[in-house]
């Protein structure tokens, strides 16, 4: 399956404030495999940037007034994500620029299939943070490149995180009837948690004493 990791940068948050998109980004995955398809643009937002946005993804009025507007580049970019799952963290976001850029046009919203992988972390790590820096610690993956978001690299990330946390199943019960689990096959293999036993306090000042003193270092001292 061919599927778009998709990212923007904006000139701010609300597109009822007037904020347009001032980048877009795209990477392919085949089967989960980064191609060597990508999509990249600068836009003219034919509008001033916010200073927030200033300081998120470090595009001047100046740069951006040198590129193209939305409408240069939309025909390409509706071709390149024709048909394809559209892999996105934070989508509602994303979607809302990329669906006001179409209606400033007269064209329809965009109907792909979607991915929110904000939404998997949250479902996944219920309370712990699933912005993408975030989850570039948890999975171990160089986010250093990313001084300021940018949208290709934020992709890149992404398209890495989306891997990790698709990849990475929880154990699981899938009890029907006590009748059903009663009579499965013994053979068959089960999922199941294990029970944590958690040390006593006299284990925990055994195991501490026996660091101190077969240990050097330790973190005791």
Request: aromatic share 8%.
């Amino acid at each position: 399956m061919r599927e778009i990791v998709l990212d923007t940068e904006t000139t701010g948050i609300s597109v009822k404030e007037g904020h347009r998109i001032v980048e877009i980004g795209c990477i392919e995955l085949d089967n989960l495999i980064p191609t060597d398809n990508k999509f990249h643009c600068y836009l003219n937002p034919e509008r001033k940037v916010s200073e927030k946005a200033f300081k998120v993804h470090g595009y001047s009025d100046e740069f951006l007034s040198k590129q193209k507007k939305f409408s240069e580049i939309m025909d390409v970019f509706l071709e390149f994500i024709k048909d394809k799952r559209l892999i996105i963290h934070n989508a509602d976001f994303d979607l809302s620029h990329l669906n006001n850029e179409l209606k400033i046009l007269g064209k329809k919203n965009i109907n792909n299939e979607i991915v929110d992988t904000l939404i998997l972390a949250r479902d996944k790590f219920p309370g712990s943070p699933s912005n993408l820096d975030a989850l570039c610690k948890r999975y171990r993956i160089d986010n250093s490149r990313r001084t300021k978001h940018t949208a290709l690299v934020d992709c890149d990330l992404l398209a890495k995180v989306y891997i990790n946390l698709i990849d990475q199943k929880e154990p699981t019960l899938n009890f029907t009837t006590q009748d059903k689990i009663n009579n499965q096959d013994t053979n068959k293999k089960i999922n199941h948690f294990k029970k944590i036993i958690k040390p006593t306090e006299e284990e925990l000042n055994n195991h501490r004493n026996y660091l101190k003193t077969q240990i050097k270092k330790n973190f005791f001292n």
